[in-house]
């Protein structure tokens, strides 16, 4: 079950509308408000492209309030909006409690109530729901090493990607993807893990691709020596 925390702000705000038009006449980050229909389409495509975001969804209110229960909104890590559940008051304590529940990758409840500078009565409670990206284990190689990587790495919840000039596809039926080139122009430091196991059979290649791209990990499978020898041709 979430926590909850209490964060002041007027839930009795603009209509969803009008907030949205103030924040773009105002030059601020990028305000829209779909159907709760493509909220969940634009959750889906999020997921997908890997980014993270928190929903926020009105799960209580009490009148008068212009938020009403099942509202939806994402909030991206850049704190851009998409959706509505709340006029410019209440937006700036869901906007810090999204972030907090960005870092903490945990659930919460936040409950509005009014303040003395937004008085218009009222309250509401928003569930904010933490998406963040899986962490990337990309595996370079086709020999059991690679498969048995594959196997491990999926129950403990990592997107999978296995590259091999050699292999086939069938090899890997675990895998999110299967590519016959090495290429690491997507990976993205913080949540990309490179493990290279070809046995020698193009070390080199994928080392010089890992050289160029962004990686919180990698690791050769090989002995020392080969190690060695794979290094110096890479450079």
Known sequence: MAPRRTAHGDPHDAEPGVASAQRER??????????????????????????????ATVVGAEKPTSAKPGAKAIITAEGNWIGWIGGSC?????????????RSGEPYVVHLASTETCASGGTLDIYLEPYLPKPHLV???????????????????????V??????????????????SIDLSEASAGETFVVI???????????????????TYVALVSSKKRARVSASQSM
Do not use: C, W
């Open 90 to 102: 209440s937006r700036p304590a869901v906007e810090y409690e999204a972030r907090r529940v960005l």
């Open 163 to 180: 590259m091999t000039p050699e292999g086939h596809p069938d090899q890997f039926p675990d895998a999110d993807s299967v590519s016959e």
């Open 197 to 215: 196991a070809s046995h020698g059979n193009y070390d080199a290649e994928a080392l010089e691709a890992v050289a160029k791209a962004e990686s």
């Open 26 to 55: 105002g030059g601020a980050r990028r305000v829209t408000t779909p159907d709760i229909p493509d909220i969940l389409e634009t959750v889906l495509r999020l997921r997908k492209a890997g980014e993270p975001f928190v929903l």
């Open 139 to 161: 595996i370079i190689g086709h020999l059991p090493v690679a498969e048995a990587m594959v196997r491990l790495a999926k129950p403990l919840g990592f997107r999978v990607s």
